[in-house]
Every structure is written in C-alpha cells, then in structure tokens.
C-alpha cells in the first residue's frame, strides 16, 4: 500500500512541476519554429467611394466570408525570463511571416444613362446618342503573403508551460483582380436606331496592405528545447486598391480582410 502512494507521489511531482532531472522548462532563449494557419469567421470588406465634386458622393459597401484557408508561416523570437513576486514571467518579441493568406471576392451592379454629344456614325453626320448602361464587376483580393512583429508577456504557472498574451502590426501583399463586364445600348436620338456594345475587362494589380494582430495563447514545453504551442488572434489588414482623380471627380477603393484566425506551431529554443 505505501508503495503505491510513493509512486503515486512521484508521478503527481513529474506530471505537475517538471522538477524531475532534465525535465523540458522554460528559460531565456532565442528561438525558431514553423507555424500553420487557420482562418476562421474572415470577412473581406469592399468599400467604393465616388467623389463628383459637386457636393454628391456616392459610397458603395459591400462584404463577403472569405474561403476558409491553411497558410504556413515561420518565427523568429527572444524570449526573457524574468521573476516578480515569487512568480515568473516572460516578455518577448517576435518576427513572424506567412506565404499566403484569406482571398474573397465582391461584385458591385449600377445602370443608368448617359447622353453623348457628336457621336461620328460614320455616316455623313452627326448626332447626339442616349447610353443605357448596366456593368458588373467583380473584385478578387487574395493576400500573397504577410509579416507580422508582436511583442508577448507570458505567465508561467509551471516551469514548462506558458500562457501569453500579443500584439503588434502586420504587413501583407495582395493581389487584386477586377472583372468587369459592360453592356452599353445606344439610341441614335436622331433615328431611334440602337446598337449595343458589350465588353469584358480583367485588371490585375498588386497592392500593400498594412493593419495590426491581437491576441493569446499557450506554450508547453513538449521536449527538451522544443516547445509546442496553440494560439487564437484576430487580425484586421487594410488594402488601397485604386485611386483616381480628373478634374473634380476622385474616386477610390479600399479593401479590408479582418477575421479570427487559429494558430498551431512548434518551435526550437537554443541554449544561448
């Protein structure tokens, strides 16, 4: 029966301090590790702005649930340990990057009409033309990749497992493509005649984004040196797509990804 209690014991003093010979712990130490993404709930925000320069404005707004993606990404940290009160405390920075990211898309429909002056029919005069018009366009934003810097403060409530909490900003590269497509009816004021035109349009271009992360999460000291941790934040990027201006009339758009995104990664400390 005492046997059992000793052992008992023993296994209750490993399992909850770490105090055993060689036990993993916690230290001061530079570190680098792989990490895996999962965005969960992400958004991407598309707002339109056209400024006529007249006092009217128009704003278009619109939001889609992004695709659910899995993003690799790797970190470079310091970690400090430090004690107060008793108990320890770690306080660190940290590089971080990931080789792609969210993607979502938005469309945007508007018509109406327009009047054109001196329109050459090709024939041996000119008239004056009513346009209806109705366009559809599509905005694709996919992030490429992105980088982060956090600082973190951590609680040890034992020797080899740590709670944290982080934040910082963050930088990311997208590639934006907008599709649009276009059918425009003319009627000839003078003979009611009518022709319609219908074009297609890709545009691709790249843009940097720039937002902030906030967040927590745990650290356990699997082995010694290698640490396995698990982490939830959100983060909030924001994108200037484009940006025009002639005479009074500007317009601009601004693309948005925000969500809660779930992190697993494993890391090596070194002994220095």
Known sequence: MNKKIVLATAITTIVTSGSVANAAEFKSSLYLGLSGDVYQDATQKHQSTNDFG???????????????DFTIGAHIGYDKLFVLGGRKFVIGAELGGSANGPEGSTTENWSGTYYETSYDKGDYYDADEEVDYTTESTTKNEVDWSGEFRIKLGYLPLPNLMVYAFGGPVIAHATETVKTHSIDTHIDSFDGSEFVEETNDTERTGQFGFGYLVGAGIDWMAWENVSVRAEAFYSDISFDSDSYSEGDYKSSSETTHNGVVARMAITYHFDF
């Open 54 to 68: 007249d006092g009217y404005k128009s704003i278009y707004k619109d939001n889609a649930d992004e695709d659910t």
